[in-house]
């Protein structure tokens, strides 16, 4: 069982920068591939991000790709998103999800609004 909770969101002006984090539980933490997610306003879930349980590999969708940033910090259990020049289409509530062996674990979301 792994619990998530994601933290860093907020109100920002287009252009900042932000860092979402996403704390998880258990001793395996490291064995899990790590992925955040987001969803707008009457849209449905997208992908944005994901890191492989070392962190060697990560690959991000093409809307946020040379912005955003995963990375982890197995000691520490926690997931990253930086998120730099950001625009108001990346408004949404942000969600870090775990996989491993076809189990998946989703945290509560954390809301980024973006103003123009």
């Known amino acids: 069982q792994v619990q998530l909770v994601e933290s860093g969101g907020g109100l920002v002006q287009s252009g900042v920068s932000l860092r979402l984090s996403c704390a998880g539980s258990g001793t395996i933490f490291s064995m899990y591939r790590m992925d955040w997610f987001r969803q707008a306003p009457g849209k449905e879930r997208e992908f944005v991000a994901t890191?492989?349980?070392?962190?060697?590999?990560?690959s991000y969708a093409d809307s946020v790709k040379g912005r955003f940033t995963i990375s982890r910090d197995n000691a520490k259990n926690t997931v990253y998103l930086q998120m730099n020049s950001l625009k108001p289409e990346d408004t949404a509530v942000y969600y870090c999800?775990?996989?491993?062996?076809?189990?998946?674990?989703w945290g509560q979301g954390t809301q980024v609004t973006v103003s123009s």
């Open positions: 890191i492989s349980g070392s962190g060697g590999s990560t």
């Open positions: 999800h775990a996989y491993l062996q076809w189990t998946n674990y």
